[in-house]
């Protein structure tokens, strides 16, 4: 049977975000949706990133979808299988997955004016609908930095997003390049078992301690008896969260606390002072992300492991050198170097109105109303589009904002019987100088530090600036006056 290629909804994704918006199309009753996946299984982040003691950095309690509380989670921060289970629960238990194509990349998608449609082009053939929503991930397409002589290597490579379990890493002499929240994972996992592990760190993480423990069995059997509890539970991690947003982007002066706890932290795990100097970030704490972890310090003190203060340069045959020409012969190099992110994978893919990519478009500035739509793009919906990121709480909760705005536009088309709606060029800049002179003064603008939440011309295009409830206000409502209505076309008569 030939499978259907026109609908009314076309989804991008199935990480946390394609699957909580489909979710949400299903509870409506807009039934008439397909979820393009380029992947094997759901999952995104959770089925990709499954390096050795891969994990989510805010509790479980709070990075898991508001309608869907697990009593089980295991721990405070659950780990990568432990998500990617809850994933697939979700998938099945709200019946999304027979709207799923999976093996479906998405190569690109231009909006088709007359038509009133999306064409939708995939490695399968051409799909089309009215709405599209991409939800492609700000992390899910890994970066290696190019690095001259890579090519010439002659043993292992790999990103830690594609991590290669068939490769067996005993005895190995490995170099793993990148100190961020990956690396730092990962790091203490492999250390007892490799021969040798030099770490090529170019700036050093500001690193506090991770308060993790397991859940009890009768704290699971409490939530899922008295599930309010469970709630309050997570509104008091939600609280938590949001108050350091007094520090980050109000007065960062207020970190300065923060600091003297990641200090000791050091001071308390790495006994030697010229390893700790070395371990001591010099731009304020929060202008990166600030990282939780109670065995990287630890693991960097043990006698296989040698720390590089400079990140790599070039690499031989069977070597690896940085920057201030320290070289080490390896047979394996890991990279924890992140993903790309200000450059948005997903914009040179999607043309609108005027035949112009995304990415074009951006080249301006990369902007978008309220995160989540373009002007000249008619009925594209982003989720996790720009400055929607964070630094401190729970993405889902932005997630969870945008969904529920993305539904309340579909509403709006619905009840009016419009066929597409554009956001006007004044709304989007009025919304993006808010969000551009909120930004002024936080951590990450003033912070002293070159992260990868800033663009190539030093632009924070990636993070929310301030508390996220903000966030939700803002996307509580699809405002229609932000919007131009284009009208459905009248077909010709076939004479
Ligand atoms: C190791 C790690 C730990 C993290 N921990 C936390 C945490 O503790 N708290 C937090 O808030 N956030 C965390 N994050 C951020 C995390 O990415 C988000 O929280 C969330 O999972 C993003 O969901 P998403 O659906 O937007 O994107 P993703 O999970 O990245 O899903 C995107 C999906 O789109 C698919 N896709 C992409 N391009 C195409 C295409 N062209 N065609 C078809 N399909 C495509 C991908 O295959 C993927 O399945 C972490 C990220 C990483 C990498």
Same mark, same amino acid.
């Given at each position: 049977?030939?499978?259907?290629?026109?609908?009314?909804?076309?989804?991008?994704?199935?990480?946390?975000?394609? #699957?909580?918006?489909?979710?949400?199309?299903?509870?409506q009753?807009?039934?008439?949706?397909?979820?393009?996946?380029?992947?094997a299984?759901?999952?995104?982040?959770?089925?990709?990133?499954?390096?050795?003691?891969?994990?989510?950095?805010?509790?479980?309690q709070?990075?898991?979808?508001?309608?869907?509380?697990?009593?089980?989670?295991?721990?405070?921060?659950?780990?990568?299988?432990?998500?990617?289970?809850?994933?697939?629960?979700?998938?099945?238990s709200?019946?999304?997955?027979?709207?799923?194509?999976?093996?479906?990349?998405? +190569?690109?998608?231009?909006?088709?004016?007359a038509?009133?449609?999306?064409?939708?082009?995939?490695?399968?053939?051409?799909?089309?609908?009215?709405? #599209?929503?991409?939800?492609?991930?700000a992390?899910?397409?890994?970066?290696?930095?190019?690095?001259?002589?890579?090519?010439?290597?002659?043993? %292992?490579v790999?990103?830690?997003?594609?991590?290669?379990?068939?490769?067996?890493?005993?005895?190995?002499?490995?170099a793993?390049? !990148?100190?961020?929240?990956?690396a730092?994972?990962?790091?203490?996992?492999i250390?007892?078992?490799?021969?040798?592990?030099?770490?090529? *760190?170019?700036?050093?993480?500001?690193?506090?301690?991770?308060?993790d423990?397991?859940?009890?069995r009768?704290?699971?059997t409490?939530?899922?008896?008295?599930?309010?509890?469970?709630?309050?539970?997570?509104? !008091?991690?939600?609280?938590?969260?949001e108050?350091?947003?007094? !520090?980050?982007?109000?007065?960062?002066?207020?970190?300065?606390?923060?600091?003297?706890?990641?200090?000791?932290?050091?001071?308390?795990?790495?006994?030697?002072?010229?390893?700790?100097?070395?371990?001591t970030?010099?731009?304020?704490?929060?202008? %990166?992300?600030? +990282?939780?972890?109670?065995?990287?310090?630890?693991?960097l003190t043990?006698?296989?492991?040698?720390?590089?203060?400079?990140?790599?340069? *070039?690499?031989?045959?069977?070597?690896?050198?940085?920057?201030?020409?320290?070289?080490?012969e390896?047979?394996?190099?890991?990279?924890?170097?992140?993903?790309?992110?200000?450059?948005?994978?997903m914009?040179?893919?999607?043309?609108?109105?005027?035949?112009?990519?995304?990415?074009?478009?951006?080249?301006?500035?990369?902007?978008?109303?309220?995160?989540?739509?373009?002007?000249?793009?008619?009925?594209?919906f982003?989720?996790?589009?720009?400055?929607?990121?964070? !630094?401190?709480?729970? #993405?889902?909760?932005?997630?969870?904002? *945008?969904?529920a705005?993305?539904?309340?536009?579909?509403?709006? +088309?619905?009840?009016t019987?419009?066929?597409?709606?554009?956001?006007?060029?004044?709304?989007? #800049?009025?919304?993006?100088?808010?969000?551009?002179?909120?930004?002024?003064?936080?951590?990450?603008?003033?912070?002293?530090?070159?992260?990868?939440?800033?663009?190539?011309?030093?632009?924070?295009?990636?993070?929310?600036?301030?508390?996220?409830?903000?966030?939700?206000?803002?996307?509580?409502?699809? *405002?229609?006056?932000?919007?131009?209505?284009?009208?459905?076309?009248?077909?010709?008569?076939?004479a």
């Amino acid at each position: 049977m030939s499978e259907q290629t026109h609908h009314h909804v076309i989804v991008i994704g199935t990480g946390f975000a394609g #699957l909580g918006m489909a979710i949400r199309l299903r509870q409506q009753g807009m039934t008439d949706f397909v979820v393009l996946e380029r992947a094997a299984d759901v999952g995104g982040t959770w089925r990709d990133n499954s390096y050795p003691g891969c994990a989510c950095d805010v509790p479980s309690q709070l990075y898991s979808f508001s309608f869907e509380p697990n009593p089980s989670w295991s721990r405070s921060f659950s780990g990568q299988q432990e998500i990617w289970d809850y994933l697939r629960h979700c998938t099945d238990s709200y019946g999304v997955r027979p709207h799923i194509r999976f093996h479906h990349e998405v +190569l690109d998608a231009a909006w088709d004016h007359a038509g009133r449609r999306w064409r939708v082009r995939t490695n399968r053939g051409e799909l089309t609908s009215e709405v #599209l929503i991409t939800a492609t991930g700000a992390l899910s397409n890994p970066s290696i930095p190019d690095v001259p002589g890579l090519d010439s290597f002659q043993g %292992k490579v790999f990103h830690s997003a594609q991590w290669d379990h068939g490769y067996d890493l005993s005895d190995r002499r490995v170099a793993v390049v !990148g100190t961020g929240a990956s690396a730092i994972q990962f790091v203490p996992q492999i250390q007892p078992e490799v021969a040798s592990l030099t770490v090529f *760190q170019r700036t050093p993480p500001w690193i506090i301690p991770r308060s993790d423990r397991d859940n009890r069995r009768f704290e699971q059997t409490l939530y899922r008896a008295v599930p309010g509890l469970q709630r309050l539970v997570r509104a !008091g991690i939600y609280c938590g969260r949001e108050f350091s947003v007094l !520090g980050l982007a109000v007065n960062p002066r207020l970190l300065t606390l923060l600091e003297l706890v990641a200090r000791a932290h050091l001071r308390r795990q790495v006994a030697d002072p010229a390893l700790r100097a070395r371990l001591t970030p010099d731009y304020t704490i929060g202008c %990166k992300r600030i +990282l939780l972890s109670n065995d990287y310090l630890p693991a960097l003190t043990r006698s296989n492991v040698d720390l590089v203060s400079a990140g790599i340069a *070039q690499v031989g045959t069977d070597w690896v050198q940085a920057a201030d020409g320290t070289r080490r012969e390896v047979d394996t190099v890991i990279f924890g170097t992140g993903f790309h992110v200000t450059d948005f994978p997903m914009a040179v893919r999607i043309r609108g109105r005027d035949g112009r990519s995304l990415a074009d478009v951006w080249t301006e500035g990369v902007q978008a109303h309220r995160g989540t739509t373009v002007a000249g793009f008619p009925n594209l919906f982003m989720l996790v589009g720009p400055n929607t990121g964070l !630094g401190h709480t729970s #993405l889902i909760y932005m997630i969870e904002s *945008q969904v529920a705005y993305t539904i309340d536009a579909l509403r709006y +088309l619905r009840r009016t019987g419009v066929a597409a709606v554009e956001v006007r060029p004044q709304a989007q #800049l009025a919304y993006n100088e808010v969000v551009q002179r909120r930004m002024d003064g936080t951590v990450w603008t003033a912070g002293g530090c070159a992260s990868w939440y800033l663009d190539a011309q030093g632009h924070n295009t990636t993070l929310w600036p301030t508390f996220t409830w903000r966030f939700r206000r803002a996307t509580r409502r699809f *405002q229609p006056t932000e919007y131009v209505a284009h009208e459905h076309v009248a077909q010709p008569v076939a004479a």
